[in-house]
């Protein structure tokens, strides 16, 4: 007996009509999905403060090596000429996924735009923001960004001492994927200003306003050992809704003079406030201002940090304060700069202007020598914290002073 076969149209619109059930249950199986879509906001996943950083070179290219700390969708980069003198292009941009060194996970690399096109021209003194690209950025993520500039020349902008290992080439081989051609490496990160992705409208971001023990020095070079690094991998873990980190320290920094980079009162506006999904600005910074002996007060900090927690609180933002850490051994330490690091201090404890404080000072101390850092700690200059103090200042930052309304 021969079976009857089904006509193929019959199968057709039974598929036709299978297909149609699925779409209409698509809102109700996933309906957390569509309100992230219709609700959300971009926040913040990384960034690094800029500077002037030597003299740009043309037809160069750069592949920067990033950090993702918030994962999320349609992923913004946002580039800088912030110390130019001139325009510069930028013809060919990219982002990918890191395999190895300069290698890029294949299928990962795809061309970022800057409003519908494939180049953008950045005026001198000016940022430009990416258009989104499709797609998710999970969490703890080696972002890599490469970018072409067929004409850079005159002062470069980006971020001087990056303790993570970039790549450049000469030519335009933004959009390889293997490191063939990428012979060349760097510590610093060129041009790149900050990452960006669209997360749930809940999830906001904390932003480190800091100096070179923010920015890392003394720390593992490549292995993502600053401390806002370890509080990120705490905030992954956390029932909390900051999950976005954006380290803005600058070796050699000072809160009320520039020098090395502008004062974190100068660059408040552009490193911290104009970051997207900012909740919290993280400050602690103080100790190049007391130890140059300029004749800086500890007045003249007070009026400093008050100062910047006005303008952050007016931009709507919490301020969680920190001590000045113990610098005993130092070359510029002396009993003058310890009396007003103590000042200062007190006043950060007990003013209450401050949303939250954490007490760096505290966690990092020799309880047998207080105007030293602990031995344990010491990254060997008396100044700047190992892996492990690092991890000690993340680990005494109260989760929940971040997540502040």
């Known amino acids: ?173 933004t959009a390889q994927e293997s490191g063939d051609r990428w012979s060349g490496t760097t510590g610093s990160w060129f041009y790149l200003d900050s990452v960006s992705v669209r997360a749930n409208a809940s999830t906001g971001a904390v932003v480190a306003l800091g100096d070179s023990i923010t920015d890392g020095w003394q720390s593992t070079v490549d292995l993502d050992r600053r401390w806002p690094d370890y509080l990120a991998r705490r905030l992954q873990r956390a029932d909390t809704q900051v999950k976005g980190v954006a380290n803005e320290g600058i070796s050699g920094n000072k809160v009320l003079a520039d020098g090395a980079g502008q004062s974190a009162l100068n660059r408040l506006q552009r490193d911290v406030l104009s970051q997207p999904g900012v909740r919290t600005v993280f400050l602690f910074e103080g100790v190049n201002d007391i130890k140059a002996h300029t004749g800086v007060t500890a007045q003249d900090m007070i009026a400093g940090y008050r100062e910047i927690v006005r303008r952050a609180h007016a931009a709507g933002k919490c301020v969680v304060g920190a001590t000045v850490a113990p610098f005993g051994g130092w070359s510029e330490w002396d009993p003058a700069a310890e009396s007003v690091r103590q000042e200062v201090n007190a006043f950060l404890r007990s003013s209450g202007e401050f949303d939250a404080v954490t007490d760096f000072d505290r966690i990092l101390r020799s309880p047998y020598d207080p105007e030293r850092i602990l031995p344990f700690f010491d990254g060997g200059d008396h100044l700047h914290p190992n892996d492990k103090g690092m991890q000690a200042m993340a680990d005494a930052v109260d989760l929940t002073a971040l997540d502040c309304t």
Do not use: K
């Open 1 to 173: 007996m021969t079976a009857r076969r089904t006509p193929v149209r019959v199968l057709l619109a039974v598929l036709t009509a299978l297909l149609a059930a699925v779409a209409a249950a698509l809102p109700q199986a996933f309906p957390a999905v569509a309100r992230a879509a219709e609700t959300g906001h971009d926040v913040v996943t990384w960034a690094a403060s800029a500077d002037r950083l030597g003299e740009g070179v043309a037809d160069r290219a750069y592949r920067l090596v990033v950090r993702t700390s918030v994962g999320g969708a349609d992923l913004r980069i946002r580039l800088t000429n912030a110390f130019g003198d001139r325009p510069v292009t930028f013809d060919s941009v990219y982002a990918g996924v890191q395999q190895e060194g300069a290698t890029l996970v294949r299928g990962s690399n795809r061309r970022l735009g800057f409003g519908g096109a494939h180049s953008v021209m950045i005026p001198a003194g000016g940022t430009a923001l990416s258009d989104a690209l499709p797609g998710r950025l999970p969490a703890a993520t080696d972002l890599v960004v490469s970018l072409h500039s067929p004409d850079a020349a005159g002062p470069a902008s980006g971020h001087g001492m990056a303790l993570q290992t970039s790549y450049l080439t000469q030519g335009d081989h």
